[in-house]
T-cell receptor, first 111, second 113 residues
Framework: QQPVQSPQAVILREGEDAVINCSSS?????VHWYRQKHGEAPVFLMI?????EQKGHEKISASFNEKKQQSSLYLTASQLSYSGTYFC????????????FGKGTSLLVTP | KAGVTQTPRYLIKTRGQQVTLSCSPI?????VSWYQQTPGQGLQFLFE???????NKGNFPGRFSGRQFSNSRSEMNVSTLELGDSALYLC????????????FGSGTQLSVL
């Protein structure tokens, strides 16, 4: 039930944009996005709920396509502080109260 | 409010031993989830507890177990340790756990020699 993330890694220059994708084989109730910096705990970014409601971060946006069971995280005008590993987590009809995370996307923003 | 506290921060064990990790959630949070993090595998769900009841369990062998106390503190136990159990074990708490933002602790880094 682990969602699939792509790409696995991306390198950007400061100011460039990036898109991280997350897909599931199961119908999704919600998609969650977290960022983890090296040596630190994952930090919440955003929740996207079935039905379109989005709760989360001011400077980073995301979409949730319920029919395709996919979500995308959009990082625009990237900053050095965006560097880290991004994880999507999904709650689906079989996972009950479990939030299952993908393997992560490593993002490096360079000056 | 204090954050999620995990103890110990680092642990070194040998194969065959048993280990217990502890997690104190944010005050008022009744849901505690545990995850195993290894390089390249992301965060793999172990189990989730709410009000002392395990509501969901991930795909891990029976050597991995957990419990939650009436004050919402949680422990996880791994018996008969294997080299492959070396990982960062993270716990996360939330008020009810249903579709909510998770607050993660800093984790316990377990090394099995």
């Amino acid at each position: 039930q682990q969602p699939v993330q792509s790409p696995q890694a991306v390198i950007l220059r400061e100011g460039e944009d990036a898109v991280i994708n997350c897909s599931s084989s199961k119908a999704l109730y919600s998609v969650h996005w977290y960022r983890q910096k090296h040596g630190e705990a994952p930090v919440f970014l955003m929740i996207l709920l079935k039905g379109g409601e989005q709760k989360g971060h001011e400077k980073i946006s995301a979409s949730f396509n319920e029919k395709k069971q996919q979500s995308s995280l959009y990082l625009t005008a990237s900053q050095l502080s965006y560097s880290g590993t991004y994880f999507c987590g999904t709650v689906n009809s079989n996972s009950g109260y479990a939030l299952n995370f993908g393997k992560g996307t490593s993002l490096l923003v360079t000056p | 409010k204090a954050g999620v506290t995990q103890t110990p921060r680092y642990l070194i064990k040998t194969r065959g031993q048993q280990v217990t990790l502890s997690c104190s959630p944010i005050s008022g949070h009744r849901s505690v989830s545990w995850y195993q993090q290894t390089p390249g595998q992301g965060l793999q769900f172990l189990f989730e507890y709410f009000s002392e009841t395990q509501r969901n369990k991930g795909n891990f062998p029976g050597r991995f177990s957990g419990r939650q106390f009436s004050n919402s503190r949680s422990e996880m136990n791994v018996s008969t340790l294997e080299l492959g159990d070396s990982a960062l074990y993270l716990c996360a708490s939330s008020p009810t756990g249903v579709g909510e933002k998770l607050f993660f602790g800093s984790g316990t880094q377990l090394s099995v020699l």
